[in-house]
Structure formats: C-alpha cells, structure tokens
C-alpha cells in the first residue's frame, strides 16, 4: 500500500500540530494538509484528494459533519474516507456523523499507535466501529424515528442474521464465530449486503440495522 494522505480538520492549532507530529512519525503517513473549520476542510479535501479526513466534530465556521456530508456526497471525492475526532461528551453527534458517511471515530486522547493504525485501517476500506462506540451510536440514534423495515426485504434469513451482527459493532472473525461461519464466508456476506442496501461501508450498515428494527439499544 502506498503512503497514506492525510487532512487534518480541527479549530485548534495546538490540536492539529499534535495529530500531524503523531502521525508522521510513521514513514507511511503523510499530513498533506489542515484546515480550521467546516468550510475550509471541503476546500481543501477538494485541493488535496486525501485518502483520509480526519474531522472534528464540534467547529465554529461549519460544524464537521456537515462538511463530511459536503466532502462524501462530492462525486469528484468518492475515494475520501473521514473519520469523526470525538471527545465522550459527543454521543449526541455520533449516528449524525454515521448517516453522513463517516467511516468512524477516533477519541482525541487515542493512544499514538493506536491512532496510526486506525488510519491505516481505514484507508485500506474498513471502518472504526468497535462494539463500545457501536452502541454509543445506537443509543444516540435511539430519538431517531425507525425507517420501514421493508428495506430488508430482499435479504435472505441468513443475510439478516450477518447484519444484526454487524449492527451490533463485530467483526467478520466474531460474526463468524457467533454464526458458525468462516470468516472469509462473513466477509463474503458482508460484502453482499453492501451491496444490496447500497452502503458506503459498515458504518452505515449499523445505521440500516437500527433504522429497519433489526438492531435495538442496548443490543450485543
């Protein structure tokens, strides 16, 4: 894999020196740019094509998740994943942040390497939901009116069973092992439901599981 691009978006300056000091101390990431608000981050993910957004939530001059609908909504950033910087108090924005495409979200207080290999990971096309900020995500969507539960219609027992799973923040290896299935066949499903319920990623996918029912607060 190619070195990683980076654009680093936080009204903080101290903040952002700190990501990008971080983060190119690894020789396969590069900080190919910054921006103070909402409204500059779309000016520059534009300018730079970066393989990843890092994007603050909270900023005056255009809120982050705005700008990460703007930026993934853009036909000519198709490739751009972001990734919400969240601190706790944030949960109110967190399924927000998922609907508009976010590929995750990252703690400010991150460990260094653990920040690094996030990055890395969904560069590579994953997303950053683990099974504790998966059900911070539902329990922020818990306000949210439920969608018709007819957009599962064209899923298989089998297929819904692998999305509840998903939508509760496991992995292929742990879906695998819940569903007595290989992880390379969980793969293969999850890809399939992509797919189907045209989704960006996992990320939305927990978003269709609790919008059609299928997942609950308090779930997994």
Do not use: C, W
């Not at 990843?52 to 490739?79: F, K, Q």
């Not at 306000?143 to 089998?158: C, I, N, Q």
């Amino acid at each position: 894999m190619s070195d990683v691009r980076v654009v680093l978006v936080d009204d903080q300056h101290l903040v952002r020196t700190g990501l990008r000091a971080l983060l190119e101390r690894a020789p396969d990431i590069t900080v190919v740019g910054e921006a103070g608000d909402g409204r500059a981050a779309v000016a520059v993910a534009r300018e730079q094509r970066p393989d990843v957004v890092l994007m603050d939530v909270r900023m005056p001059g255009g809120d982050g998740i705005e700008a990460t609908r703007r930026i993934l909504t853009d036909p000519t950033l198709a490739d751009v994943r972001v990734v919400m910087l969240t601190t706790f108090d944030d949960d109110e924005y967190l399924f927000e942040a998922i609907r508009a495409g976010a590929a995750g979200f990252l703690l400010k207080d991150t460990p260094p390497d653990a920040l690094r290999d996030a990055v890395r990971v969904v560069a590579g096309g994953d997303a950053l939901l683990s099974p504790a900020v998966t059900r911070r995500v539902i329990a922020a969507a818990a306000r949210s009116p439920v969608a018709d539960p007819a957009r599962l219609t064209g899923l298989t027992g089998r297929e819904r069973d692998v999305l509840a799973q998903v939508g509760t923040g496991r992995s292929n290896v742990e879906i695998g092992a819940a569903l007595h299935l290989s992880p390379d066949t969980a793969r293969t499903y999850v890809s399939r439901l992509l797919h189907k319920l045209n989704a960006r990623d996992r990320a939305q996918l927990v978003v269709i599981a609790y919008e059609s029912g299928l997942v609950r607060p308090g779930d997994g």
